[in-house]
């Protein structure tokens, strides 16, 4: 329970939402936080020990002892702060990318629509962090920044990162429970055309009439970018993607 506790401190901004929700989710969000923090305190050990070898060159160059590393003293502090900037890049680019996953496939977002529902206390406090990470990020690995400011862009990451987990933790298990019955049954009946409005084997007019119907069973349960109705055109008929 100590790791819970500590996550609470860090995590503050979770708390309502999470004791909302019901004993059986609060253990699936509760060990989706433990990956989480496992992959956080790599990538804390991680930062430690590059800034350890930026100050030892640092000393170096100023005349004291000799840099314990394989790069130049001159080069060390420069390219540790840059292996470090690249990894954190390299996690938001995955989260985000993880994140598209769903935004962007159709079908994936009528099985698991909380993950596009910033109504969902989770989703809205991933898309916070999101937003966040997103306004802290360098322009590149190469880009020159604070000590401070890459502190605080790798927290952000670390917060987006969990915040993900959790949001998808829960959106698995939400599904549609959050809809009607009529509601589900129209859910039920877009996922059945969509199969339809993709399958290659099924003539043109059948799939462009099943992407139609798709569109109509969504209207107004869930909102679907234009990015995704686009992916999804392509799908459908390259001539509806033009």
């Known amino acids: 329970m100590n790791a819970f506790w500590t996550f609470a401190g860090n995590y503050w901004w979770l708390a309502f939402p999470i004791l909302a929700m019901t004993s059986g989710a609060i253990g699936g969000v509760y060990k989706a936080m433990e990956k989480s923090a496992k992959r956080r305190h790599e990538r804390r050990m991680e930062t430690l020990r590059l800034k350890a070898e930026i100050k030892t060159a640092q000393i170096a160059a100023r005349g004291g002892a000799p840099a314990r590393t394989v790069l130049p003293a001159k080069s060390a502090p420069a390219a540790a702060s840059a292996q470090l900037l690249a990894r954190t890049l390299a996690e938001h680019d995955e989260i985000t ?42 322009a590149s690995a190469d880009t020159k920044i604070t000590e401070q ?53 099924a003539t043109s007019a059948e799939r462009q009439a099943a992407y139609k119907r798709v569109r109509q069973e969504l209207d107004g349960l869930i909102s679907l970018s234009d990015e995704a109705v686009q992916v999804l055109e392509k799908k459908v008929a390259p001539e509806l993607g033009a």
């Open 149 to 201: 400011q890459a502190a605080e862009y790798l927290d952000a990451v670390g917060d987006y990162a969990v915040a993900f987990e959790i949001a998808e933790k829960d959106a698995r298990r939400l599904r549609n429970s959050t809809f009607t019955e009529d509601e589900r049954k129209r859910l039920d009946r877009a996922q059945q055309l969509l199969k339809v409005a993709v399958d290659e084997s």
């Open 97 to 138: 990318a993880r994140w598209l996953d769903y935004e962007l496939d159709v079908a994936k977002l009528i099985a698991f629509p909380a993950m596009s529902d910033g109504r969902q206390p989770l989703t809205a406090a991933f898309l916070r962090a999101k937003k966040t990470a997103d306004a802290l990020r360098p």
